[in-house]
T-cell receptor, first 115, second 111 residues
């Protein structure tokens, strides 16, 4: 089956710890994205990557880091510098990224709770 | 960036009712998408509609790009339509591939 997988579905972390969220896609898409969603809020862009070994900061990149070593993988690390990391994290991908006709497809999300 | 405003923020309906959701945006766009987020958090693409009108079953959407708004129509609503509906746009002329999302409309359909 083609699609986007995120793991784990639920994640609990102690304050001061770094944690890495996984995002994998087998759609052969060039572009991948990470969003954060807080209760009652829209989606805010953390980082995005339009090609392997390249990525750009979104609107709320502080306290997060990413890598894009393989086309199908775009892991997100939530560092201890992120002041309020408890949220729902969504990963998405799209075919090209730059084209106007591009459509984004989303994974099922990871709920991160900091204890 | 580009501002995306959705209205109403909340909508409560009885099964069988019709509804209209609105999305206003502050600049010219060349990409507009409507998404549905189900109660478990999964976002599903409903429409890619930078202009014109499209229909898919009980759902239809219209975008008037020159007036910078889009409408999502839901007819004969069902409880499974519940969730959050998001509008997202890509600014015309931008070399970056990112979408800008509105804050969504929370729809609750009662049996």
């Amino acid at each position: 089956d083609g699609g986007i997988t995120q793991s784990p579905k639920y994640l609990f972390r102690k304050e001061g710890q770094n944690v890495t969220l996984s995002c994998e896609q087998n759609l052969n898409h060039d572009a991948m994205y990470w969003y954060r969603q807080d209760p009652g809020q829209g989606l805010r862009l953390i980082y995005y990557s339009q090609i392997v070994n390249d990525f750009q900061k979104g609107d709320i990149a502080e306290g997060y880091s990413v890598s894009r070593e393989k086309k199908e993988s775009f892991p997100l690390t939530v560092t201890s510098a992120q002041k309020n990391p408890t949220a729902f994290y969504l990963c998405a991908s799209s075919i090209w990224g730059r084209e106007s006709t591009d459509t984004q497809y989303f994974g099922p999300g990871t709920r991160l709770t900091v204890l | 960036g580009i501002q995306v405003e959705q209205s109403p923020p909340d909508l409560i309906l009885q099964e069988g009712a019709n509804s209209t959701l609105r999305c206003n945006f502050s600049d010219s766009v060349n990409n507009l998408q409507w998404f549905h987020q189900n109660p478990w958090g999964q976002l599903i693409n409903l429409f890619y509609i930078p202009s014109g009108t499209k229909q898919n079953g009980r759902l239809s959407a219209t975008t008037v790009a020159t007036e910078r708004y889009s409408l999502l129509y839901i007819s004969s609503s069902q409880t499974t339509d519940s969730g959050v509906y998001f509008c997202a746009v890509k600014r015309r002329g931008s070399t970056l591939g990112r979408l800008y999302f509105g804050r969504g409309t929370q729809l609750t359909v009662w049996p």
